[in-house]
């Protein structure tokens, strides 16, 4: 069976919203095969999870936020569920996030001094989420 990877950020974790995650991914009817809450995440760790972004410059604040405070972590798995959990997500950018999705119901736009805070992240095809299950979980 399909699996993703995915996190829920600390700004999912800080502003209370592990259960509603949790609660529409078993809504939807995905297996959860991992799930460990991680409270000391090294930058080093961030840097290779986002290894495409490290060299732009709006990356910084981003390894800053990602290392700011507890993230769950966890393994998915169900039909199809790389794609359709990018879907339950939503889009990157908040203001373009469908309402519905979980980045279109509690994702904050990027200020002065915080990057965007968009609550989750999830593997965008199967090449990365066999690297960031690696990553995690077999380190
Ligand atoms: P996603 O999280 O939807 O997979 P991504 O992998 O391209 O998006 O980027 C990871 C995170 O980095 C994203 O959730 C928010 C931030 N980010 C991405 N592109 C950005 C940009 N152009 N400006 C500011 N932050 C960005
Ligand atoms: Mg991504």
């Known amino acids: 069976m399909e699996q993703t990877f995915f996190i829920i950020k600390p700004d999912g974790v800080k502003r209370g919203l592990v259960g509603e995650v949790l609660k529409r991914i078993e809504q ?3 297996t959860i095969e991992k799930l460990e809450l991680r ?5 080093g760790l961030i840097d290779q999870h986002y ?4 060299g ?21 798995s169900g039909p199809k569920v790389i ?17 519905g999705t979980i980045r279109g119901d509690f994702a904050k736009a990027a200020s002065e001094n915080q990057p965007i805070q968009n609550v989750v992240h999830g593997s965008d ?15």
């Open 28 to 30: 939807r009817g995905f």
């Open 39 to 43: 409270t000391k995440v090294s930058e």
């Open 51 to 54: 290894q495409d972004l490290v």
């Open 56 to 76: 732009q410059s709006f990356y910084p604040p981003i390894r800053e936020f990602m290392t700011s405070g507890p993230v769950l972590v966890g393994i998915i």
């Open 83 to 99: 794609e359709t959990w990018r879907t339950m997500m939503g889009a990157t950018r908040p203001e373009e996030a469908l309402p």
């Open 125 to 139: 095809s199967e090449e990365s989420a066999k690297r960031e299950i690696a990553l995690w979980f077999e380190n």
